[in-house]
């Protein structure tokens, strides 16, 4: 991915998405902090004589520039509505951060570090991964996802495009804060990417929590094949590590395309009680009358000897 956002006073352009960007680092990726704590990020490159860092903050789809570092000189841009300050070292193998002296709620977003070179022209630079930070709101305790997978419903159509049955299992993490969450999903314990759809943010809901939903869509041969395990991983960050929720479905006996399906069997198997029942009491009934019949017999038998 390439933002294409440029600095005309600094000559720099930013890129993300590319090799060099493997050779920024940036810590910690997640950061907790009460309102009025400082918050400290580091970042550091591997790329031989570059020797500027860049700050960015990303909040509410926008990039806001909050200065650089030039070797070992701090240039923070002015009229910022927080406190930061710019530290360390911008050149190969040094520690260059970002201190943010008092935060709020305002702080609160993703921040970047972009590794370029000093020099006339314009310049490529490179991102680090970003840190995220949330200042915890008063009274919100940090709370883990409860997760939960729904089965697909029988009523589901066919792919109109290439005509093949699908099954779609929802994931459900619901009752987290703050938002420090990634969904994943496995298939018997391997890692799937294909038909996962996930939103693209989690949502707030009325008691203050967070909710984000997750969808695989997988053939419904995959789905109805027995022995297959579909699992929802959901990781969260605790303010210390990331935890891992998850929840798990198997997939039901039988086949999809003209095969016996869960349903189908298991409305065969009631038709076959109720037809067995059925037998069993027709069975006693012609038993009775035979009884009926040889009883007439044998008593006609006496009346005539």
Known sequence: ???????????????????????????????????????????SHSIATWNRILWYKQSDRQLQYLGNMVAGSALPESGLDEDVTIGGSADEGRNCTLTINSVSVSSSAVYFCAASYHSDGYNPAYFGKGTKLTVLETGQPVTPPTVKIFPPSAKECRNKKDDIRKKTLVCVASGFYPDHVSVSWEKNG???????????????????????????????????????????????????????????????????????????????????????GVLIVKSCIYGAFIGFLVWKLQSSARKYS
């Open 1 to 43: 991915m390439i933002i294409l956002f440029l600095t005309m006073t600094l000559n720099t352009i930013l890129v993300s998405g590319s090799s060099l960007s493997d050779k920024v680092d940036q810590n910690p990726p997640n950061m907790y902090k009460n309102p009025e704590e400082k918050a400290k990020i580091y970042c």
């Open 190 to 276: 391997n890692g799937v990417k294909d038909g996962v759809a996930t939103d693209s943010a989690a949502k707030r809901t009325p008691d203050k929590t967070y909710r984000i939903t997750s969808r695989l869509r997988v053939p419904a041969d995959d789905y109805n094949k027995l022995g297959n395990t579909f699992k929802c991983i959901v990781s969260f960050y605790n303010g210390t590590e990331n935890v891992l929720r998850h929840a798990s479905i198997k997939s039901i006996q039988g086949k999809s395309e003209g095969g016996m399906t869960k349903e189908k069997y298991l409305k065969h198997l009631q038709n076959a009680k109720l037809s067995y």
